[in-house]
């Protein structure tokens, strides 16, 4: 079955609690079409480049998929409609990444950068 990386941008004043819930409906879609999230990752509240439908933030969520095209499309159609999510793109690809993606390791290293300057 092909490979898709899903990543989906919701309102700033979403808790975090409803942004999973958001990721596991995403998850269920994925499912009941017989697909499978092989991994989720919630990236957090972040800054946004320009403002989007008012908002200035956005929780970012990545959701790795391993189903047939039919399925994304039912998972587009579904998260056009939801109006807690500002944005949503989908990208197939060849394989997923092993471990966190590189907006984990980014993150980390951007750490792990700050204590070394401090010494």
């Known amino acids: 079955m ?3 990386e899903h990543v989906f ?3 700033q004043d979403l808790s975090q609690a409803q942004v999973d819930a958001l990721a596991q409906t995403a998850t269920d879609i994925v ?3 017989e697909g499978k999230v092989t991994k989720t990752e919630t990236w957090g509240l972040r800054t ?3 403002k989007i439908q008012k908002n200035r933030k956005a929780h970012y969520v990545l959701l790795n998929i391993d189903a047939p095209t039919n399925v994304v499309a039912e998972l587009e159609r579904q998260t056009a409609i939801n109006e807690d999510v500002v944005r949503y ?3 197939r690809v060849d394989e ?3 471990g966190p ?3 984990m390791r980014k993150n980390d290293r951007d750490r792990r950068g700050r204590r070394d300057r401090s010494e």
Do not use: K
């Open 2 to 4: 092909p490979l898709y």
């Open 9 to 11: 941008l919701a309102r």
């Open 31 to 33: 499912e009941q079409n």
């Open 48 to 50: 946004l480049a320009y």
């Open 89 to 91: 793109m989908t990208i």
């Open 96 to 98: 997923h990444e092993n």
């Open 101 to 103: 993606s590189v907006m």
